[in-house]
């Protein structure tokens, strides 16, 4: 916890319309940005974007982590082409195709260090138990560069699909009210924000998302400033398309009352009945949380009559497949959880189809907006932690994947501790059934399964 009352400057200031994602208390204005004085935290800014995690040192920390990765994989690839570049037999056009991607990595590691320098700082040793004590994980599955194809189709060459995103949206929504305030809900490059803010007449347009290098560049974009970096389409058309350097860039200058927070989209650091519309682009489908309880936090953050508007696709990939809702399902729990019958509509719009890529397709969308009707009871924080993982005082439950990973670890082992430069794989298929693991029938093609992935993901560079 960080505990520094000393840093809030005025108790009497509240920060507008924002509270603690730990405790929803309001929070103040404070010298390093925002504070808790009830839980005595403080909320860092980085160039000027709120950073409000519930535990913000351990996701400064974790963010920091994911970027070190993220250097370090770019200084591996080109030290990779650089070897592949000292082969004396290569093909003029290989060489050159070689030597455009060394020379665009290098480059991209330079510019994604100048775009992050707010969030590298100096180092914290905060780690993961602040993030037990809360119940709070980034997703393990999410990192920087995730969604950084779509920071090219929202500032330089996605003209079509925004204009399309943002006109269904729109019209979803309804004409707006003046003074109205709307909430982005995993806002992503935030160029949906950007347009439905600089098109409507809303008072206060706020673009939540998790992921800094999405915010930090966009908040730099709608300042006006332009930004060069790399594109690296994984169909390219031709050589020159296997990176392309981009000038990102909005429209212009975003007017007042456009905001951008780097929050947990599971704990939105909001006041109950703080916005007029959430709008959630391409985001109910991939939240690791079960649609029902998202909509009844919806609720909670919208005033009386406000509205709900959801767009993209709508595949829910739960493992549990009874979340795996249908749309049929899906708008029942929009009613289920205060709201009025919803609007729904599809529609074809293209979707990443970047003049670089042979990667190009119509995206079949999902619209939907609903109207709160009546507020619903206060729901308890999101925790992504079960107990047991948690205190670690708790008998760790046997489940079905764990029994199954085991038994796979098992085997897994026994065979990698069998390879010596000696035995062959019939050799290894005559241990597995003497140890009565498997029949030698069984035990080849299985063996020999195992180690193509293994040689495999060995090719692809991803056993490193």
Request: glycine share 6%; net charge negative; hydrophobic share 40%.
């Amino acid at each position: 916890m960080i505990t520094a009352p000393e840093a809030i400057a005025d108790e009497s200031l509240a920060a507008d319309g924002l509270a603690c994602p730990r405790c929803d208390t309001p929070l103040r204005t404070a010298d390093v940005g925002l504070a808790c004085p009830a839980c005595q935290i403080d909320f860092p800014q980085l160039d000027g974007v709120p950073f409000l995690f519930a535990e913000p040192r351990a996701a400064l920390g974790e963010w920091r982590s994911r970027l070190n990765l993220e250097f370090q994989r770019l200084n591996q690839d080109a030290r990779q082409l650089g070897d592949a570049l000292q082969a004396h037999d290569l093909h003029p056009l290989t060489r050159q195709r070689l030597q455009m991607l060394q020379d665009a990595s290098r480059q991209h590691r330079l510019s994604l260090e100048e775009l992050m320098a707010p969030l590298i700082g100096e180092p914290t040793r905060t780690g993961l138990e602040t993030y037990l004590a809360l119940r709070t994980r980034l997703p393990s599955d999410q990192g920087l560069n995730t969604y950084y194809n779509n920071i090219h189709r929202d500032w330089a060459w996605g003209d079509e699909e925004n204009r399309r995103a943002c006109e269904l949206v729109a019209s979803m929504l309804g004409d707006p009210a003046r003074g109205s305030r709307v909430l982005i809900l995993g806002a992503g490059g935030c160029r949906l924000a950007y347009d439905l803010h600089m098109n409507r007449d809303h008072e206060r347009t706020v673009a939540l998302d998790f992921n800094p290098l999405l915010l930090l560049l966009a908040a730099r974009l709608i300042r006006g400033e332009r930004i060069q970096l790399h594109e690296f389409p994984i169909a390219p058309r031709n050589i020159e398309s296997g990176a392309v350097l981009r000038e990102l860039a909005a429209p212009a200058p975003a007017r007042d009352g456009l905001e951008l927070i780097l929050g947990d989209a599971l704990r939105p650091p909001f006041p109950a009945g703080s916005f007029d519309a959430v709008v959630t682009p391409w985001l109910v489908d991939i939240l690791p949380m079960d649609f029902k309880d998202l909509a009844l936090r919806i609720n909670t953050l919208l005033k009386p009559g406000g509205r709900w508007v959801n767009f993209g696709s709508l595949v829910f990939t739960h493992a549990d497949a009874k979340l795996r809702y249908s749309l049929e399902e899906t708008l029942q729990l929009v009613e289920d959880a205060g709201f009025g019958p919803a609007d729904c509509r599809e529609d074809e719009i293209p979707y990443m189809c970047s003049p670089a890529s042979r990667h190009q397709r119509q995206e079949r969308m999902v619209s939907f907006a609903a109207t709160k009707q009546q507020d619903t009871p206060p729901q308890p924080r999101h925790s992504a932690l079960p107990e047991w993982l948690v205190t670690g005082q708790e008998p760790v439950p046997v489940l079905p994947s764990f029994q199954m990973q085991a038994a796979s670890t098992r085997i897994y082992a026994f065979v990698m501790g069998m390879i010596d430069g000696r035995r062959s794989i019939r050799d290894m298929a005559e241990q597995m059934e003497k140890q009565r693991l498997m029949t030698r029938d069984e035990a080849e093609p299985a063996i020999r399964s195992f180690l193509i992935k293994m040689h495999e993901d060995s090719q692809r560079g991803l056993l490193r």
